[in-house]
Each structure stands twice: as C-alpha cells, then as structure tokens.
C-alpha cells in the first residue's frame, strides 16, 4: 500500500506522525491507537493507509534506508566512497545519533524482503557500502557491522566514560578496510 503514496498524501501524513511518536517513544510506544489519537482519527482508519503495524513500520524502514544512503551521499559530494570511508561512515554515524529510534527499528528484526519499497530502499545504501570496501563482500559487511555496532553503543551509552569514540571509528575502519 504504501508504495503507491505521493508526497502530501493522508498516508504520507499518517507516517510522519508515526515516526514523530516513534522518535518520541520508542519503538514500543509506537502504537496504533496512539498514532490515531495524535491524528484526531479511529484507529481503523489508520488500515485504509496501512495494512497493520508491521506495514507501516516497513514504511518507515524504508524512509530510513533511504535517508541514511542519502546522507552519505551528500557528505561525500563528488568523491567516491571508496576513497573516504571514514566521511561516508560518519555521515552514517550522524543520522544515525540525529534518528535513534528510527535507526533501532530499521535494526530490530530481519528486514521484510519481500516488501518491494525496503528491498529498492536498502539498494542505495548497500551499493555504496560495498564501493567503499572495493567491492569484497565480506569487508563490506565488517564495516556495516562496526558501523551498527558503535552506533547501537553509543545510543544505549555503552561506551566506556571519556573514550574516545572519534578515535575508536578511524581505528575500527582503517583495521576493517586496510589494503592487504
């Protein structure tokens, strides 16, 4: 359902109130009947949008995806990623501490690849991943696992008081990425 929206529409409405109440409370305060409530509506409604909760969170995902490939891509402008790992990962790092809630719910369960909008939303992101790692799978995946890693830590404060997390992301990366 969501695939079809265009900006401006109730449903378009209806998701930027859910990821105002996602942002605002957390991935288990995001709730139907408290996402009609903030829209002044019944919360069957919200399913003339939606198909249910699970649907309307693949939405957000997806918005997420994007906005995160998105943000990479503009911190590094016209310098291909593979030749500023560490400007691409801190744009990521950025979303990432600037969307919390919506950064753990695009992390909190297997992504739904059989929602077409997740499956063109994550393209971008992961393209760019695997540019900056030269095209070797498995250092892609390293650096998108620190990278989630340090974010999820950082989020929950779990970083060690006065480190230096700066510090730790340029050591993490060129480690991950070093040329062999």
């Known amino acids: 359902m969501h695939e079809a929206r265009g900006l401006g529409s109730r449903a378009d409405e209806v998701l930027q109130a859910a990821r105002q109440l996602l942002e605002e409370r957390g ?6 009947r408290l996402l009609a409530d903030r829209l002044g509506i019944k919360a069957p409604s919200l399913y003339a ?3 249910g909760k699970r649907d309307m969170e693949n939405a957000l995902i997806a918005v997420g995806l994007l906005e995160q490939a998105q943000a990479a891509a503009d911190a590094l402008g016209d310098t291909p990623p593979e030749e500023d790992v560490a400007r691409m990962w801190a744009a990521y790092r950025a979303w990432a501490l600037r969307n919390p809630a919506l950064h753990q719910l695009i992390g909190a369960r297997a992504l739904d690849r059989d929602d077409p909008a997740i499956v063109a939303a994550e393209r971008p992101g992961r393209a760019m991943v695997l540019r900056s790692a030269r095209g070797d799978r498995p250092t892609a995946t390293a650096c998108w696992a ?4 340090m974010v999820a830590l950082e989020l929950n404060e779990r970083v060690p008081p006065g480190a230096d997390l700066d510090a730790i992301w340029r050591a993490g990366l060129a480690r991950i990425v070093r040329e062999d």
């Not at 991935?27 to 139907?32: F, P, Q, T």
């Open 146 to 149: 620190f990278a989630y890693g």
């Open 49 to 51: 949008h939606f198909a």
């Open 27 to 32: 991935h288990d305060g995001l709730r139907m």
